[in-house]
């Protein structure tokens, strides 16, 4: 599974708009957007905090659950 389609999958399941995460890393609407698109990545000091907002670690933002991985 792709960053993107991550940050979307933990976002929706938070209930959180693309607006109030943007507005809780201090980035644009249409940045949380175009990184769900996979047309840009957030900048690498974001990562962390981003994982946080989601409330998930850092491994599976990026990579995925243990589950998706073995598969």
Not at 15 to 44: C, H
């Amino acid at each position: 599974m792709e960053l993107g389609k991550n940050i979307a999958k933990y976002r929706k399941e938070r209930n959180l708009t693309q607006a109030r995460l943007a507005d809780m890393l201090g980035v644009s609407f249409q940045a949380v957007s175009k990184w769900e698109r996979g047309i840009n990545y957030p900048d690498i000091t974001l990562i962390q905090p981003l994982a946080d907002c989601l409330g998930v670690p850092v491994e599976e933002l990026l990579a995925g659950t243990p589950e998706e991985l073995n598969q």
